[in-house]
């Protein structure tokens, strides 16, 4: 058994080196003879390799990780036009830059631009060798039942941080949860990804210990039972959530013995922006699960 748990580790360490590589060389040579070398494997078998670990041909997994890195120039940067975006993708012409996008993204370079909606992504695109990641990294915990205010956000996902600046107005304003002792959390009411827009809840949540006074914002009392718990921790913005949340679901529960108790999944927020970049957020997704595991017999 430890001569093929070592092999195996041994196998997932060049395969992490090849994609690290592709990460940080998207504008060099990616061709498979090169990441064959990269990974110290037969060029004849490589491909083959790669398409089993990872899931998708070396070709289409390059492509996506340079639509990925456009899309964030174009949601980031308003001086990147299509145009730079394509060529920077690696494309001849903006024509099939924006027919491979749209392929990617479900909509036009133009359009996400001005709207950026990264949850089709999310959807859409999950890579293998993240599940096995996220498979080693959850944990089974206890949380605590925690009285919470609550903001309840109605309507499309995008607009939830409007509604949570309303959300921070009410901590300034009322000084009942402050935003450095008390913790922050949010609770989706459905998937924003298969949920109508204007049929989508979302609930911005902050720790109190004190009942809510009267207010303005429309924030109330509520509690978040305590009880067993899945935490797998997501880092980067959460505008990418979806790529840690969809192998949870897909890879870690069938497995695990677990059966999910009738509550919504939710988010503890560890980071605070601006204070801490975007790209190195952390947030702990909680999926309550029944008090004890299900029984085969």
């Known amino acids: 058994m430890p001569a093929y748990t070592d092999a195996t580790a041994t ?17 060099g040579d990616l061709s ?22 990872v899931g998708v041909p070396v070709a289409r997994y390059v492509q996506l990780m340079r639509l990925r890195r456009a899309a964030r120039r174009l949601a980031s940067q308003a001086s990147c036009s299509v145009l730079d975006a394509a060529l920077d993708a690696g494309f001849d012409s903006p024509e099939a830059f924006s027919r491979a996008f749209k392929r990617a993204f479900g909509t036009a370079p133009s359009a996400f631009r001005r709207h950026p909606t990264w949850q089709f992504w999310s959807a859409s695109f999950i890579v293998p060798y993240l599940s096995r990641k996220l498979t080693m990294q959850v944990q089974i915990v206890d949380f605590a039942e925690t009285r919470v ?15 949570a600046r309303k959300f921070i107005d009410w901590r300034i304003q009322s000084g009942q949860s402050p935003v450095a002792s ?13 949920v109508p827009a204007e049929a989508f809840r979302f ?40 790529e840690t ?12 013995g677990e059966e999910l108790r009738d509550q919504p999944l939710f988010f503890h927020y560890l980071s605070v922006f601006p204070e801490t970049p975007l790209d190195q ?7 309550p699960l029944l008090s004890s595991r299900r029984s085969d017999g």
């Not at 303005?216 to 718990?229: L, S």
């Open 203 to 242: 609930e911005i949540c902050a720790e109190i210990d004190e009942p809510v006074a009267p207010n303005d914002y429309g924030v109330r009392e509520r509690v978040i039972p305590g009880g067993r718990c899945a935490v797998i921790r997501h880092t980067g913005s959460t505008d990418h959530i979806g």
């Open 245 to 256: 949340i969809y192998p949870i679901f897909r890879d870690w529960l069938p497995s695990s």
């Open 11 to 27: 196998y997932t360490k060049r395969f992490e080196a090849v994609l690290a590589y592709i990460d940080a060389n998207l504008e």
């Open 182 to 194: 008390s913790r922050t959390f949010g609770i989706p009411h459905g998937n924003p990804d298969t």
């Open 281 to 287: 957020w952390q947030t702990d997704i909680y999926l």
């Open 149 to 163: 205010a609550a903001l309840e956000h109605r309507g499309p996902p995008g607009l939830v941080n409007a509604s």
């Open 32 to 53: 498979v003879d090169a990441l064959s070398r990269i990974a110290n494997f037969s060029m004849f078998h490589f491909h083959r390799q790669f398409v089993a670990y």
